[in-house]
Nanobody, 124 residues
């Protein structure tokens, strides 16, 4: 069955970096656009970044642009989120998601499959 497994979360000090990974199985990864979302306590899930099926197109939430980088390795069925210059506002559970298609998608309602999430905590 379809599985998305995130890893790489943890506790980091403000200004630090983390690299999240999401490994997919059970579907043709290279035919899917991938996205990263996050949900902070008491808040709705929000879009962070997305990447098209070949990796040539990417979208970012304005607040992370220039600090976060989404990438993918279709040979490894894995999508990454490199997060630099982290601030406490980035504290959240981070989820990866997959949807069939070419272009990156920013709306969470367009994604068919979701991982279980990985916790990112940024201390001040």
């Amino acid at each position: 069955q379809v599985q998305l497994v995130e890893s790489g979360g943890g506790l980091v000090q403000a200004g630090g970096s983390l690299r999240l990974s999401c490994t997919a199985s059970g579907f043709t990864f290279s035919n899917h656009a991938m996205g990263w979302f996050r949900q902070a306590p008491g808040k709705e899930r929000e879009f962070v970044a997305a990447i098209g099926w070949r990796g040539g197109s990417t979208y970012y939430q304005a607040s992370v642009k220039g600090r976060f980088t989404i990438s993918r390795d279709n040979a490894k069925n894995t999508v990454y989120l490199q997060m630099n210059s982290l601030s406490p506002e980035a504290t959240a559970v981070y989820y990866c998601a997959a949807t069939p298609g070419i272009l990156p998608i920013t709306s969470n309602s367009e994604y068919d499959n979701w991982g279980q999430g990985t916790q990112v905590t940024v201390s001040s």
